[in-house]
């Protein structure tokens, strides 16, 4: 079996990583046993391969100089066959973390550079100087935070052969390194009461009375009106192998990106590839991954996790098509994770050029009918080989990201629910009547907006829709989700 090594200074995170690649089981049976000090290897699952992790949790005891931390960790790595040299991504690196590094790629093993504590998308910017190392296998991750964790993983299951892998699947879930929420996995299972229309409730026994729109500002937290931000749009192309990604990202940026580092000869895929574009920033997410293709990227699990970790940082999702080839299981996966995310989206019918002809409209219309979810991403049919309509997503992706980003008047806003109210009068529930008293948006990026009424609970679904389909109509929600709250005023 393959032997790994987590080495590098100490309180860079090697511990942490460590205990996230671990089974859950084995570490807690280890725990209860009191043996985990004299436990000098664990089993790990990268998915379905098993490999060992040596325990290098000594190389932080008695560790203050760097030369005592050379000899330990040169120990340990003689001891590996693959060897994640992990650093602080908050720190500059100094001359001996480059000197070790080096070292290291002499022993012929896999070395693997990982970056820690890359916490957010601010802290991205510090990876340059780890660029600056010359190595392609870079991983600028955040154990603490869970980011970016999957390009890691499957860089690691890359190096493990395929001998190694367990029969037995259900060891799979044993892995810790999921995400602890499995319902993030369950696709198919809406929440009841976002379905449909994306209405919502809040409690009514929880429920203060208010007058006024001050109570948003308690509950739900206004966010800020900033320019900046709807200026910036962060997009992920998302979709299974083979639909066309990378080649929408080369046509969407406008040319073959690939940023040369410092060190002679290497070349490195930025994590995030921006254009600029009619005045806004265009950040397409996580591109690297779409760049830099292994063997795996056939695998299901791999490709929703990663794709889950870069709707997590976007705010709208290019779900990517083939329309050359019947629409798959897969691709409703994946884009049921747009769902959840309430991003703005568009889905993008690729490969238009090699598409029956015959069948056009057929194929608009399987999109409907299997992305129910998505009714609300409009559909655009393009080459991204041939850059054909490449130019209209451009102007599409701005489009969206207004209705995305857009506050809706008060008063439109009920002028349209009052017009919509006397054409078709509210029910009663049970007798009791039902009012509604005023809209108002509370959120934008996606839009929120609150129905106030004295009984939240008692507005019929059928007339939820009625009145979503009428706000849809009368403004421009092309692309985004919008959700409403069902407010209570006594
Ligand atoms: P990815 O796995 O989703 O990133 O897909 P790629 O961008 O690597 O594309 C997969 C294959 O489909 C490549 O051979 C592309 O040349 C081809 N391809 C991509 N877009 C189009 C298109 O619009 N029309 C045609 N005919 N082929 C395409």
Redesign the pocket.
């Known amino acids: 079996m393959k032997k790994i090594a987590i080495i590098g200074r100490p309180n860079v995170g090697k511990s942490s990583l460590f205990n996230r690649l671990v089974k859950k089981r084995d570490a807690i049976t280890s725990d209860i046993a009191g043996t985990t000090r004299d436990v000098k290897r664990r089993d790990v699952l990268i998915m379905n391969k098993q490999a060992l992790l040596l325990d290098t949790g000594g190389l932080d005891q008695g560790c203050e100089l760097f030369d005592k931390i050379k000899e330990k960790s040169l120990e340990a790595a003689k001891k590996a066959d693959i060897i994640l040299y992990m650093v602080d991504g908050k720190s500059i690196p100094e001359e001996d973390d480059k000197k070790l590094f080096y070292e290291l790629q002499t022993l012929g093993k896999d070395v693997a550079l990982v970056v820690n504590k890359i916490d957010n998308d601010k802290l991205k910017d510090n990876l340059w100087d780890f660029y600056e190392f010359g190595t392609d296998a870079i991983f600028g991750i955040s154990v603490a935070h869970n980011r970016s964790i999957v390009p890691l993983l499957e860089w690691l299951y890359d190096k493990i052969p395929d001998s190694d892998i367990i029969k037995d699947e259900e060891d799979e879930d044993d892995v810790n390194i999921v995400d602890e929420d499995e319902s993030e996995f369950e696709f198919d299972e809406h929440n009841e009461e976002d379905e449909d229309d994306g209405f919502f409730y809040t409690d009514e026994e929880e429920e203060e009375d208010f007058a006024d729109d001050s109570i948003f500002a308690q509950n739900d937290k206004i966010k800020e009106f900033d320019e900046n931000d709807i200026n910036h749009i962060k997009i992920s192309?998302i979709?299974?192998?083979?639909?066309?990604?990378?080649?929408?990202?080369?046509?969407l940026l406008g040319e073959e990106r690939s940023v040369v580092s410092s060190v002679a000869g290497t070349t490195i895929d930025p994590i995030d590839e921006s254009v600029d574009y009619k005045g806004k920033q265009l950040t397409f997410v996580d591109t690297a991954g779409?760049r830099r293709?292994g063997k795996i990227?056939g695998i299901e699990k791999f490709a929703l996790m990663r794709t889950k970790e870069m709707l997590e940082n976007s705010n709208m999702a290019l779900v990517?098509l083939?329309a050359?080839e019947p629409f798959l299981d897969l691709d409703e996966k994946i884009a049921g994770l747009v769902d959840s995310n309430r991003l703005a989206c568009i889905i993008v019918l690729?490969?238009?050029?090699?598409a029956s002809r015959d069948d056009y409209d057929k194929i608009i219309q399987e999109v409907r009918d299997r992305f129910k979810f998505l009714a609300y991403a409009p559909i655009i049919t393009?080459?991204?080989?041939?850059h054909?309509r490449v130019d209209k997503l451009h102007d599409m992706i701005l489009e969206i990201n207004e209705n995305y980003s857009q506050r809706i008047k008060t008063s439109e806003l009920n002028e349209v629910l009052e017009k919509a109210m006397r054409k078709h009068h509210l029910p009663s529930m049970h007798g009791q009547i039902i009012k509604i008293y005023y809209a108002t948006q509370y959120e934008t990026r996606p839009p929120k907006i609150a129905i106030v009424m004295n009984k939240p609970r008692g507005l019929h679904f059928t007339y939820r829709r009625y009145l979503t389909n009428k706000l849809r109509e009368a403004f421009s929600f092309s692309g985004t989700p919008v959700l409403f709250k069902a407010k209570k005023r006594g």
């Open positions: 192309i979709g299974r192998t083979n639909v066309g990604k990378s080649s929408l990202l080369n046509a779409l293709r990227v990517v083939d050359s690729n490969k238009w050029d090699i393009l080459s991204a080989k041939s054909k």
